[in-house]
Structure formats: structure tokens, C-alpha cells
């Protein structure tokens, strides 16, 4: 971990001495977080993942080192969000002693905390508009996992973190536009798809691990996927004179200062 952040720190630094502009800010985004395991155990009781909303927010960072091409990095803090369903079929125990009758429904949810480190190569137009491709390390701080049944009526929680990997790299593409509000202000709005690239291991709906034998009867790897709607503002603080000053799209032709 110590390697990976020198690393960042190291080209940013790079890419911060060599910059036209320089973009300092904060964003925040909201996103759908889904945890992907193709294991089924072997009582047949699977759960249904269902939609649940994740967030998180922190800072925005870019060096422009040409007109149409930078580097960015906007590390977050996050917290994500998997939820399931399920009802079973069968009445029996868990491998961790849980038991569950026939006729039995439930919701869970496995929550995290993380912190997240992206770093992006973004290609951008007179406009405004722009590309993003890069790759995420994420530094997992909590996991929790929470189940209510009905029919009998019941909950449980325990901490989780312990089943999960401590840390997640995950692959970046995603698209949007800078827009300006005038005195080298800006918005900026981008989608970005992020798919992990490493096992996250942890538990499935029902709270197992997936190793759990018998419950399982082979462990299958899980990696992440997560599409996030994000939004920014930020100051561009221009360093080369005769850079372009904002995006045509949003100023006019574009300028030099001076």
C-alpha cells in the first residue's frame, strides 16, 4: 500500500510541475454498487440481489499538460451498499448455526466503508467535453453485514470486514463536461463505470462466507461493479500564459491571459 501511494504522489507531483492549468476542488457522486459471485450454494436458498443507492465525496485534482489531455486524481471517501432478498425454500441451519424454516423470508445488506484513490487520464475538447480512462485502489475500512426475517420475525448483524480483502483495484472508463461559472470557476459532471480486477472475497446475502462448506461446495471469486452519477466544482488556476483559458463551449473562442 505504502509503494502504491508513493507512486501516485510521484507522478502527480510530475505531472503537477510540467501542468498548463491546474484544477483544485471537490466532487461527490452517487452510485449503484453490486458485489458479483457466480457460486449458487448447494441447498438451492440463493438470494436475489436487489438495487441500493451508495455515495461518497472528496477531492477533485487535474493537470492539464496539454489543451486537450491531463491527469487526474480525486481521492474519496465512500460508502457502498449491497442489498438482498430471498425467501427460503427448505428449513435447516446454516453453517454458522443460523437456523431457517420453510416458508422463511429475508432481507440483507452488506455496507462498507472505504477509501478510494482513482487516477484518471482524461482527453478533452474545445468544449468541454471529455473521456476518462484509469484505474482505482480501494482501502476497505468496514464491512457489515444485517438480516431481518419475517415468518418468524428476527435480525442479525455481525461485523464482516474479517471475510473481505483489505483492499480492491478496480479499472475506470467514464465520460462528461466541464461548464463554467466565469473567474476560471467550474462545474464539471462525468459518469464513470468501475469494474474490479481483484477477489473481494466476503460473504453472500445469507451472511456465509464462500467457502463455507457444505454450504458452498467450491469458493468463486467476487469483484466489484458499480456505474456513479458525479458532480464537482473546482478553480483552474492557470500556469502557462499562453494556455487556453476555460473551454470555447462555454467562453467563446478560445483565449490567451494578458
Same mark, same amino acid.
Given at each position: 500500500?505504502?509503494? !502504491?501511494?508513493?507512486l501516485?504522489?510521484?507522478v502527480?507531483?510530475?505531472?503537477c ?7 483544485? /476542488? %471537490?466532487?461527490?457522486y452517487?452510485a449503484?454498487?453490486?458485489l +458479483?459471485n #457466480?457460486a449458487?450454494?448447494v441447498?438451492?436458498?440463493s =438470494?436475489?440481489?436487489?438495487? #441500493?443507492?451508495?455515495?461518497g /465525496?472528496?477531492?477533485h485534482?487535474?493537470?492539464?499538460f496539454t489543451?486537450h489531455?491531463g491527469?487526474?486524481?480525486?481521492p474519496?471517501?465512500?460508502?457502498w451498499?449491497q ?10 441451519f446454516?453453517p454458522?448455526g443460523t437456523?431457517y424454516v420453510?416458508g ?5 445488506k452488506?455496507?462498507? !466503508?472505504t477509501y478510494?484513490?482513482p487516477l484518471?487520464i ?6 468541454? #467535453? @471529455? ?5 482505482e ?7 457489515t453485514y444485517s ?5 418468524p ?6 461485523n464482516?470486514l474479517? %471475510?473481505y ?5 478496480m479499472?475506470?472508463v /467514464?465520460? $462528461?463536461?466541464?461548464y463554467? +461559472?466565469g473567474n476560471? @470557476?467550474?462545474i464539471? !459532471? ?9 477477489d473481494m472475497? $466476503? ?12 454450504f458452498y461446495?467450491s469458493?468463486?471469486?467476487?469483484h466489484t461493479?458499480? $456505474? #456513479? ?9 492557470q500556469?502557462?500564459?499562453t494556455?487556453k483559458?476555460g473551454?470555447q463551449?462555454?467562453?467563446? =473562442?478560445a483565449? %490567451?491571459? /494578458?
Amino acid at each position: 500500500m505504502r509503494k !502504491t501511494l508513493a507512486l501516485l504522489i510521484m507522478v502527480c507531483t510530475t505531472y503537477c510541475i510540467n501542468a498548463q492549468n491546474i484544477e483544485l /476542488g %471537490a466532487r461527490g457522486y452517487a452510485a449503484t454498487f453490486w458485489l +458479483l459471485n #457466480s457460486a449458487s450454494p448447494v441447498t438451492g436458498t440463493s =438470494p436475489t440481489k436487489t438495487f #441500493s443507492l451508495s455515495y461518497g /465525496g472528496g477531492l477533485h485534482l487535474a493537470y492539464d499538460f496539454t489543451d486537450h489531455a491531463g491527469i487526474e486524481f480525486t481521492p474519496m471517501y465512500g460508502m457502498w451498499s449491497q442489498t438482498y432478498s430471498g425467501n427460503y425454500n427448505t428449513s435447516g441451519f446454516l453453517p454458522d448455526g443460523t437456523v431457517y424454516v420453510n416458508g422463511e423470508s429475508y432481507t440483507s445488506k452488506i455496507a462498507f !466503508t472505504t477509501y478510494q484513490l482513482p487516477l484518471l487520464i482524461c482527453f478533452e475538447n474545445d468544449g468541454g #467535453s @471529455f473521456v476518462e480512462i484509469g484505474a482505482e485502489y480501494d482501502m476497505i475500512q468496514a464491512a457489515t453485514y444485517s438480516a431481518s426475517y419475517s415468518s418468524p420475525d428476527g435480525n442479525r448483524s455481525f461485523n464482516a470486514l474479517p %471475510a473481505y480483502s483489505n483492499s480492491n483495484i478496480m479499472a475506470i472508463v /467514464g465520460f $462528461g463536461g466541464k461548464y463554467s +461559472l466565469g473567474n476560471n @470557476f467550474f462545474i464539471l !459532471t462525468d459518469f464513470r463505470i468501475q469494474y474490479g480486477l481483484t477477489d473481494m472475497k $466476503g460473504v453472500d446475502g445469507q451472511g456465509q462466507t464462500y467457502d463455507s462448506a457444505p454450504f458452498y461446495s467450491s469458493a468463486s471469486p467476487t469483484h466489484t461493479l458499480y $456505474g #456513479s452519477v458525479n458532480l464537482g466544482l473546482f478553480y483552474m488556476i492557470q500556469i502557462t500564459q499562453t494556455h487556453k483559458m476555460g473551454h470555447q463551449k462555454c467562453r467563446g =473562442p478560445a483565449r %490567451a491571459r /494578458g
